[in-house]
């Protein structure tokens, strides 16, 4: 697995990492994207160890606290082959989101209960999960370079934050990532999130980078999905919008086709094209799939290919809203 660099502060990762928001769950419970198997999600961890992905990305909501549980678990023994990247910001109450909280003092209280759910003396790549517009962004990013400064964190960085955040931010304390939503049928950060992630020197890492794996060309219809299951609710999933959707599926689908490799590789091989500051976190929860999405770091597309790929589904063409919520809308990009 190729490496790439974060930012401009020394962060080196993985080409591709591992996103661990599936993986909330435990045995025998419904998770977010499906029942998860505990013993498979920590053999994934593993795996992408073995296959060179040392990039692992959790947060503090997912579960709550199950999920940076699960990954000390599987990291213990192995902490110095890892890049632990979590969050933090939402105010959490009797297990459930309660609304944002970035002050400095739950930006420490959260990183000293995470420091001890993932069972590490520090946090490599410690990101604002969502920008508190009641907390000034400086206040919460003094906050974040104390920790720095005390060797608890390494690395700052945020989460869907607007352009003005972004550089505000990175005036206080330099910024080495930016996580946001970003694949083909999401495209909105390319206008002027990215160009101004590359003008800072502040690297971008994609979540969602198959469409909540639409774009892997075989998932079913809102309709035919459990009613655990997020992307039930997902409006891009639904009714006349799959059928959209899938059409342009369907050119990834021909362009796999031609390389012998698979929609999800093609996808993410999109996006590795974007610039070397870019770093997929495509979530896993098993084994096979992490295999295939690994695949994706060797297939070298055409400029051809990527020509088609960006007339597939231009920015602003994809049916259907990005979230079924318009109170998860509200909170991108500010």
Wanted: proline residues 5%; hydrophobic residues 45%; charged residues 20%.
């Amino acid at each position: 697995m190729q490496t790439r660099k974060l930012g401009t502060q020394g962060l080196t990762v993985s080409a591709l990492g591992l996103g661990c928001m599936g993986m909330a769950g435990t045995a025998g419970q419904a998770a977010m994207y499906g029942i998860v198997d505990t013993d498979e999600a920590v053999a994934t961890i593993h795996r992408a160890l073995e296959n060179g992905v040392n990039f692992f990305d959790t947060a503090e909501v997912y579960g709550p606290f199950l999920n940076e549980e699960l990954i000390g678990r599987a990291l213990a023994g192995r902490r110095e082959q890892a890049i632990i990247a979590t969050k933090f910001g939402f105010r959490i109450k009797d297990g459930k989101v309660a609304g944002t909280d970035s002050t400095p003092a739950n930006v420490r209280a959260v990183a000293e209960a995470s420091l001890k759910r993932l069972g590490t003396d520090h946090i490599d790549l410690f990101y604002q999960h969502r920008v508190d517009p009641a907390v000034p962004i400086e206040d919460t990013v003094g906050a974040m370079a104390d920790l720095v400064r005390e060797g608890k964190v390494r690395y700052l960085g945020l989460s869907e934050a607007g352009p003005g955040t972004i550089a505000r931010a990175h005036a206080v304390h330099p910024i080495s990532a930016l996580q946001s939503e970003w694949s083909l049928w999401e495209r909105g950060v390319e206008a002027e999130i990215w160009p101004l992630c590359q003008q800072l020197g502040i690297g971008f890492v994609p979540y969602s980078p198959l469409g909540r794996g639409f774009l892997t060309g075989n998932q079913p219809r809102a309709e035919d999905l459990p009613e655990t299951d997020y992307r039930k609710r997902d409006p891009r999933y639904q009714g006349t919008n799959y059928d959209a959707n899938m059409a342009a599926v369907a050119i990834v689908k021909s362009i796999a086709d031609i390389h012998a490799a698979t929609a999800a590789q093609v996808a993410l091989a999109w996006l590795l094209a974007k610039g070397d500051g870019v770093v997929p976190i495509p979530g896993s929860k098993r084994r096979v799939t992490l295999d295939d999405n690994a695949g994706a770091a060797a297939l070298a597309l055409t400029a051809n290919d990527l020509a088609r790929l960006d007339a597939a589904l231009p920015p602003g063409t994809t049916a259907g809203d990005r979230y079924g919520s318009p109170a998860m809308m509200a909170m991108v990009r500010l």
